[in-house]
């Protein structure tokens, strides 16, 4: 069983940044899919970036692309997702999840969660 736990979340005026950490209970060797998800109120869970293939490809959603980047720490078993430029429309619940190596990580159905963690951010 993969376990994953978010925090760094929090409340932030617009144009600020923020630093969420994921960490997992598995070997970053195992090249595992990461994720980054969100879902605000009222919308479905949108998929913001992947981190694959032991960090040869990532890949960002049109709507964070180049103000979020996703990385991790090999030697901490932590995936970060770097918030820079942050929007009102950022406003979410941030989930990490973790499933099976594949190539195409942003189209899979990622089986293991993280409790999630809220970010707000204020105009």
């Known amino acids: 069983q993969v376990q994953l736990v978010e925090s760094g979340g929090g409340s932030v005026q617009a144009g600020g940044s923020l630093r969420l950490s994921c960490t997992a209970s598995i070997s970053w060797y195992s090249r595992y899919c990461m994720g980054w998800f969100r879902q605000a109120p009222g919308k479905e869970r949108e998929g913001v970036a992947h981190?694959?293939?032991?960090?040869?490809?990532?890949y960002y959603a049109d709507s964070v692309k180049g103000r979020f980047t996703i990385s991790q720490d090999a030697a901490k078993n932590t995936l970060y997702l770097q918030m820079n430029n942050l929007k009102p429309e950022d406003t979410a619940m941030y989930y990490c999840?973790?499933?099976?190596?594949?190539?195409?990580?942003?189209?899979?159905?990622?089986?293991?969660w993280g409790q999630g963690t809220q970010v707000t951010v204020s105009s």
């Open positions: 999840a973790a499933g099976p190596p594949s190539n195409l990580c942003p189209m899979i159905k990622y089986p293991y």
């Open positions: 981190f694959y293939l032991g960090g040869s490809s990532t």
